[in-house]
């Protein structure tokens, strides 16, 4: 006898159902609004049905036509809307009036500020006429060192106004870390702020933005914004200093470069897990129509509306919070902890004061909240239609605490995706149910599926998850990858033919997905990733530490548990003292956000006879997998040090203590 499906724990209100945006583009193709299965299956079946109507839906501005939406259907190598020029800039900014609110800027504290569509349209023209003026044209690479600011989005729509390409990571990445990035794009602006918040602390990174321009020699400026308030330095380098209010006050024309669809927009780079990190390259036309997707039919988000979403600008939802703008709804900036010790619940808060109709958060956020006794029905929270969540797995548990805490009217909305679409690929939509623990179903568009290790679609059992139908929004390519060799075997090199993401997933029977975590090891915490390598890269330059391993392991109680193994060198004590030398050495040189809950010492780290470090499988050891479904021993340099490991995963299960 089967066993029923369990009951959904949220059912949508089909009045507010029959109102939502994705009800009218269904009925707009012809289609039930009500019945989310119908859509998605046109989606994915009828791919240059589905993408030219959300064009025409969208009334994307064309300086010239395309010929045909899918030109080749395969993977990699899929061509969108050949023929087309747009801009992506034009569509973020067409859409706000002169006196609405386009940017509302946030910080720790409370503060804020409002940037309406007028004064967005005049710096960003500004702005890219100072850009222009210093030689950047169509492909040309234009970085930020930046916060999430209104500054950050401003610098981003000026670069794609002129058709050059635009990357930015967060000033709590250490100099190093960002120029292993940026450094390969051979930058020709870079803009740097001053310093950030964090935690009721000033952090300043004058310093640290001048160490990084010292390391990108292709620069020819440096603009320089005043983001806290601290003096500007005096001293010279290579490049050309810039103040961003010189840049950013000019009267200028707003102007669009029309460019190919897939014209490269930007570049966001991998976690680095071995290596430099890889550059994902997406271009205007893809990230248009997978954003308007993503935001407007399935957020639901739209002109009047509000989106309040915590991010750092290297964390691929800061995109998104730029994004926003293509539907006509405002978006909100952060600078800050989510969860500052003053006033933990400083997010809620604001949420209430600016009316925001679109939250979204990380599962440690929302689990946090809970831990602390945080109440967010303190605040009036009745705007908010949708608590989005992503970057890991959600609990059961935190779904009766969001009903309960934030209010029955809410969509709670798990969403999974990743970097490299710059999107989702299952969550909810306002004609879906939800079920507790489980993201409701595959986003319009994709054509997601779990595969066995045979590669045989499975149903209600664990599987990788694929991709078996291109998406506009897949890389172009990766940056200094000529041939392409990387970005295959990054995605098609386990299923010819099929994007393999990296993460563990069941599809239910009634249609939900339920994510399990990585299957590669890719440390993301509190959803923002990084690679091991970053963290490898400072603890191996302490003398006292001959070799480092990182895993980043998810747990069931959807807690995430991140151990760092070190080897000392010959003569040295791994004592309390050695153990905050090596916190400091992660937290100042690769990531604050990334400092190990623990550090062990370890006899050694295993590695394959050509000596790469075995993170995957001793990651699946400690999460509890058998030895035998995880590594063949004889594979290893070490075969003792497996029993090591799986010993760990074993005593941790058992909640004896790791030694």
């Known amino acids: 006898m089967n066993t029923p499906y369990p009951a959904p724990f949220f059912t949508p209100d089909p009045e507010d159902t029959a109102a939502s945006r994705i009800a009218d583009f269904a009925r707009h193709a012809g289609l039930d609004g009500s019945d989310y299965a119908a859509l998605h299956r046109w989606s994915v079946t009828d791919l240059e049905g589905f993408w030219g109507a959300v064009w025409e839906y969208f009334d994307i501005d064309a300086d010239t036509p395309y010929e045909q939406v899918l030109a080749e259907e395969r993977m990699p190598g899929a061509r969108w809307f050949p023929g087309a020029t747009l801009n992506y800039a034009h569509h973020a900014l067409r859409n706000i009036t002169d006196d609405g609110v386009a940017i509302i800027a946030l910080d720790e504290t409370g503060a804020g500020y409002e940037v309406t569509g007028k004064q967005l349209r005049s710096q960003v023209a500004s702005v890219a006429a100072t850009l222009r003026d210093l030689g950047v044209g169509q492909g040309d690479r234009v970085v930020g060192y930046l916060p999430n600011t209104p500054h950050a989005i401003v610098a981003f729509l000026a670069a ?17 870390a960002a120029a292993d990035r940026f450094a ?40 320089l914004v005043d983001h806290v308030g601290l003096q500007r330095p005096s001293e010279n380098h290579h490049a050309l200093i810039i103040p961003w209010e010189d840049a950013c006050t000019r009267t200028e024309e707003l102007t669009f470069a029309p460019v190919p669809f897939d014209h490269p927009l930007w570049v966001v780079f991998s976690s680095g897990t071995t290596g430099l ?13 997978e954003h308007l997707k993503t935001l407007a039919l399935h957020s639901d988000l739209g002109p009047g509306d509000c989106l309040l979403w915590y991010t750092t600008t290297h964390w691929m939802m800061w995109n998104l919070v730029a994004s926003t703008l293509l539907t006509g709804a405002t978006t909100c900036t952060y600078d800050g902890s989510p969860a500052p010790f003053a006033k933990l619940d400083v997010l809620w808060g604001l949420a209430a004061r600016h009316r925001v109709t679109v939250f979204g958060t990380s599962p440690q956020y929302l689990l946090g909240m809970a831990k602390y006794g945080i109440d967010p029905s303190a605040h009036d929270l009745s705007s908010i239609r949708v608590v989005g969540c992503t970057g890991s797995a959600l609990p059961a548990s935190a779904y009766p605490w969001v009903r309960d805490h934030v209010g029955d009217h809410a969509l709670l909305a798990s969403i999974s995706g990743g970097t490299d679409v710059v999107s989702g690929f299952a969550g909810s ?19 997601l599926a779990a595969y066995d290790t045979e590669g045989t679609r499975v149903t209600d059992q ?25 970005y295959h075997d990054a995605y098609f090199s386990s299923y010819p033919g099929v994007w393999r993401h990296g993460d563990w997933i069941t599809l239910t029977g009634h249609g939900s997905v ?23 890269d400072v603890v191996e330059r302490l003398p006292e530490i001959t070799e480092a391993l990182v895993i980043g392991a998810e747990e069931p109680d959807g807690g995430y548990w991140m151990p760092l193994f070190v080897v000392p060198a010959p003569g040295t004590t791994l004592d309390d003292d050695l153990r905050e030398k ?12 990334h400092v190990p809950d623990e550090i062990l010492e370890a006899p050694g780290i295993p590695h394959t006879r050509t000596g790469k470090k075995l993170e995957v499988p001793v990651k699946r050891l400690l999460q509890g997998a058998p030895v035998e479904q995880v590594v063949n021993p004889a594979t290893v340099d070490s075969p003792d040090l497996i029993d090591y490991y799986a010993r760990l995963g074993a005593e941790r299960r058992e909640g004896r203590t790791i030694a």
């Open 160 to 176: 794609a106004s002129l058709g050059a390409v635009w990357s930015v990571c967060g000033q709590d990445y250490a100099p190093k």
């Open 277 to 289: 990190p890889k550059g994902i390259v997406h271009g205007h036309g893809g990230v248009l129509l």
């Open 184 to 223: 390969q794009l051979e930058p020709t602006v870079l803009i740097a702020a001053d310093g950030y918040l964090f935690n009721g602390t000033t952090h300043d990174r004058r310093d640290a933005a001048l160490e990084l321009a010292r390391g990108l020699p292709t620069l020819k400026a440096t603009l």
């Open 429 to 447: 939509a306002p004609n879906t149910p939800v079920w507790s623990g489980e993201l409701s179903a595959p986003h319009l568009g994709v054509a």
């Open 514 to 536: 339920i994510v399990h975590g990585r299957s590669d090891s890719t440390l993301n915490r509190n959803g923002v990733r990084l690679g091991s390598a970053d963290i490898h």
């Open 462 to 486: 664990v599987g990788e998850l694929v991709i078996t139908q291109p998406m506009p929004s897949m890389p172009l390519y990766f940056w200094n990858d000529p041939d392409g060799t990387r």
């Open 582 to 593: 090596i916190r400091d050495a992660v937290r100042t040189g690769a990531s604050p956000r």
